[in-house]
């Protein structure tokens, strides 16, 4: 299994959604939630128009670890999930593919990957970058490593830093100012 990055320039960021959202407002909707919510790609997949529409907070069950998780829908992600969910049955998955099935994996690796190669994206990149990108930036605008664990449900702050690339960025930092 590669180990993916997450994608540390806010500019990136940017970029990516700006080509998903020239293929359509699932696929954006897929990349923000991803990056604005820090859930695992199959919980996301998992979520049904009824999960999110007209709530203050999104609720579930994780697939992997099935603990209870309960989060709220921040100002960027609630007007897009609104406009998406309009007209939908509660019922339906959140994400369709292109024949009326739920979104599986392998389609959201597809859409993720090859948006981040039309941004030019250097970065070793998966559906768990977006997972990966929520973290780094949120440990960048925070600083707080234990509330980034207990979200992250990992069992050291050291396995968060290393996870989100932190660890990485400190070697990187101190090879790049250190000369003999």
């Given at each position: 299994?590669?180990?993916?990055?997450?994608?540390?320039?806010?500019?990136?960021?940017?970029?990516?959604?700006?080509?998903?959202?020239?293929?359509?407002?699932?696929?954006?909707?897929?990349?923000?939630?991803?990056?604005?919510?820090?859930?695992?790609?199959?919980?996301?997949?998992n979520?049904?128009?009824?999960?999110?529409?007209?709530?203050?907070?999104?609720?579930?069950?994780?697939?992997?670890?099935?603990?209870?998780?309960?989060?709220?829908?921040?100002?960027?992600?609630?007007?897009?999930?609104?406009?998406?969910?309009?007209?939908?049955?509660?019922?339906?998955?959140?994400?369709?593919?292109?024949?009326?099935?739920?979104?599986d994996?392998?389609?959201?690796?597809?859409?993720?990957?090859?948006?981040?190669?039309?941004?030019?994206?250097?970065?070793?990149?998966?559906?768990?970058?977006?997972?990966?990108?929520?973290?780094?930036?949120?440990?960048?605008?925070?600083?707080?490593?234990?509330?980034?664990?207990?979200?992250?449900?990992?069992?050291?702050?050291?396995?968060?830093?290393?996870?989100?690339?932190?660890?990485?960025?400190?070697?990187?930092y101190?090879?790049?100012?250190?000369?003999?």
């Amino acid at each position: 299994m590669v180990c993916v990055e997450p994608i540390r320039n806010r500019k990136d960021i940017q970029k990516v959604e700006k080509t998903l959202s020239a293929r359509g407002q699932r696929d954006l909707l897929l990349f923000v939630m991803g990056t604005n919510c820090g859930l695992r790609i199959s919980d996301i997949l998992n979520l049904n128009v009824g999960d999110v529409r007209n709530k203050t907070h999104i609720q579930i069950i994780e697939k992997k670890t099935g603990k209870f998780k309960k989060f709220p829908i921040n100002a960027k992600l609630k007007p897009m999930l609104e406009e998406f969910t309009k007209g939908r049955l509660s019922n339906e998955p959140l994400f369709l593919s292109h024949w009326g099935h739920r979104l599986d994996r392998v389609t959201a690796y597809y859409i993720i990957r090859t948006a981040c190669e039309k941004a030019n994206l250097q970065e070793k990149i998966g559906t768990h970058s977006m997972r990966k990108t929520f973290g780094y930036h949120h440990y960048q605008q925070f600083k707080d490593v234990v509330i980034l664990q207990k979200i992250f449900n990992h069992s050291s702050p050291q396995i968060t830093l290393r996870y989100i690339g932190i660890e990485q960025d400190e070697i990187d930092y101190t090879y790049n100012n250190f000369m003999l």
